[in-house]
């Protein structure tokens, strides 16, 4: 008869499987895989997202001292040779955002046939590659893009209106370089891995137009500016797909959730576990993707008969729809999910869980996420505390953080999207 692995701290556990999730996406180990030896002739490195630095400061670990210039979030910053670092507002644009990116812009005008550009994308770049369209103002963006972080909108929905409210996003980054040869190197952030959705596809076609933007819009609800109004009855700058001035661009993702998802099942497997993937690219709202996923681990618990912990892991990015929330009240979708399998578990034996972003930003807190465990439930209850009036006002980070069961690793300085575990043992 097998034994189950000596297991004294599940939670720790938990956690060392979303460092090692992290790990397997470093910038430090996947960009110097992809780049291969540095192009004759001028070398232009440009790029946008949480993981840029990161990224740059590969490509010179490489390469060595490279002219250029990214943008990354505020504390992101990684210490670079030759490329200049520059750090904005994530997840709502601000004013640096917006003049690094039209100096970006700037730095690839003029550039020739024989020139190379190396964009070095990531999640994040949507709100740090921040160029409005026509008479849009930074405040008018700003307030589009709070309504859409909090309309539930999935992230390629959110992705198609801010293409069309950009003069950098959908293929615009791409079309400012040409001449130029262009490599995009992207670590995804999206479910599907697709790079038109990562960051807004800078550096990729898009065939959508004006008027899907403006009907997302309005199936959410956003109360849109005059400005926004006139540009997506307009014609915007988004660039087809077949546009010539994409023919000298090539992007390829060098790093994505499964990659991660599978570095952590190798581990939990050396451990003697069972692995089941639920899943890389699962989206939808963050609570009732963690009732399911409860529901089944609490089915397993019962009638499964087991001689050895399994783990159920998944990736992808949930999405939290705020109604009525208290205005002081602060959470993100992985806390959030780890909330509302806090409520649907009650304390069931043997099983916890995990939900960090691998970014580690949940929502625009500095927290990755939360973990629970058999012993939550009660805790919450000797404090106070309750799982159903806190997930009521989107209040899930203050809901673990009274706990102290908030995971906070600080920059990761990559980003592969959510990661979520759940232990039975």
Known sequence: MSREPILPDPAAFLVRLFKTAVAAADPMICIPRALGPKPEGRVVVVGAGKASARMAEAVESVWGPCEGLVITRYGYGRPTKGIEIVEAAHPVPDQAGVTATRRMLELLAGLGAQDTVIALISGGGSALLCAPAGDITLAEKQAVNAMLLASGASIDRMNVLRKHLSAVKGGQLAAAAYPAQLRALLISDVPGDDPAFIASGPTVGDATRAEE????????????????????????GVVPPQDPRLSRARTEVIAAPAQSLKAAADLARQQGMEVRILGEALEGEARELAAAHARLALEIAA???????????????????QRGAAAEAKGGPNAEYVLAACQTLAGAPRIWALACDTDGVDGSDEVAGAWIGPETAGLAHRLGLSASEALEQHDSHGFFARLGQ?????????????????LIL
């Open 303 to 321: 009638k499964e008969a087991r001689s050895c912990p399994l783990l159920l892991l998944s990736g992808g990015e949930c999405t939290v729809t």
């Open 213 to 236: 933007a403006l009907s997302i819009a309005q199936r959410f609800g956003l109360e849109l500016p005059a400005s926004v109004l006139a540009v997506l009855h307009g014609t915007t």
């Open 406 to 422: 908030q995971v906070v690793p600080g920059p990761t300085l990559t980003n592969v999207n959510d990661f979520r575990a759940i």
